[in-house]
């Protein structure tokens, strides 16, 4: 029953109309933006089973070894088995080789590329592949293309399964992106008018907190109270964040800056590793959250952490 939910909910287009009892923390939604505000609300409780693997989950950027060794360790140590998924780059086969080298330099010994190609890996060696490994990692890219290729796959069932089962899940950048239920598509839904003749300012289009600003879609779902965004302070990507937590204030925004990661428990709960820091913006218990009529937002007691390695943040 759950393995088919969760096909089912990859579905493209599917809205999320699924009964309230039938949900879990395993389900990723398809939510139309239209559908967002109503089908947030019925979010229960976490459901987690206890033996639910940990998520590792990193900003990009040059990923310092301490992230890497926390992510073998929960992998296995010298034993582990990890998996390197590149399917959100344009290179996959080149990204692929270059994290395998990484992996392999830090002492561990069988690490495999995922070369399996969209709409090919439902064959028993791909699904042997994901589920042989004792850790899974998500290079980055483009989330989109991730989402694309997993959807509607008994591959994707394999990768809940996996993680259902205690093993570690990890993805930087894109691949963090990919982990949160409902997922930054890194566009915006009405680009504003740029001159032609003017450069257009590096990876900088969100330049307003608005109202249904940003754009969102179904990403794995292995964490339903947060939405990741990555790259966040070096990017200067707080505007987005912030609207897309406006628009959906039961959901808690969670800003992991570049060589910076969290590592998330079962419960969803969470501490920051690495070298820099994580952006944390809370609209639960906001106030006053209106807009103008050309659909600027304003808000009151939104809740704001910036939280360093070694600090946590408890969802409760």
């Not at 939910?5 to 398809?30: F, H, I, M």
């Not at 939405?227 to 628009?247: E, P, T, W």
Request: hydrophobic letters at 40%; glycine letters at 10%.
């Amino acid at each position: 029953m759950w393995n088919a939910l969760l096909g089912l909910c990859l579905l493209a287009g599917q809205t999320g109309n699924l009964d309230r009892q039938q949900k879990s923390e395993y389900q990723p939604v398809q939510l139309t933006q239209a559908s967002h505000q109503q089908s947030l609300k019925t979010i229960p409780a976490p459901t987690t089973p206890s033996q639910a693997g940990p998520l590792v989950i990193i900003g990009g950027g040059k990923i310092p070894d301490t992230i890497y060794h926390k992510f073998i360790a929960l992998s296995g140590g010298q034993k582990a088995r990890i998996l390197v998924v590149p399917l959100a780059s344009s290179i996959p086969l080149e990204v692929g080789e270059t994290a395998q080298k990484q992996f392999q330099a830090l002492g561990v010994s069988q690490v495999e590329v995922f070369a399996c190609k969209t709409g090919g890996m439902d064959t028993s060696p791909c699904l042997q592949q994901i589920r042989s490994a004792t850790g899974i990692f998500f290079t980055g890219g483009d989330q989109n293309k991730l989402a694309a290729a997993f959807a509607q796959t008994q591959a994707f069932q394999a990768l809940a399964q996996q993680h259902q089962q205690g093993k570690v899940l990890a993805g930087t950048s894109a691949g963090a992106a990919i982990m949160s239920q409902v997922m930054l598509t890194g566009d915006e839904n009405q680009p504003p008018q740029r001159n032609p003749n003017e450069p257009s300012p590096e990876d900088r289009p969100f330049d307003s907190i608005q109202k249904q600003h940003v754009q969102t879609t179904a990403g794995f779902g292995f964490v339903n109270r947060y939405i990741i965004d990555q790259h966040f302070i070096k990017r200067q990507r707080q505007n987005r964040l912030i609207s897309v937590v406006l628009d959906q204030p039961e959901l808690i925004g969670i800003g992991i800056d570049e060589s910076t990661g969290i590592l998330v428990q079962a419960d969803q709960s969470f501490e920051v590793i690495g070298l820099a820091t994580v952006m944390v913006f809370d609209a639960r218990q906001a106030t006053g959250i209106t807009s103008d009529a050309q659909d600027n937002y304003a808000v009151r007691n939104l809740k704001v952490h910036l939280l360093k390695a070694g600090q946590g943040f408890d969802w409760h």
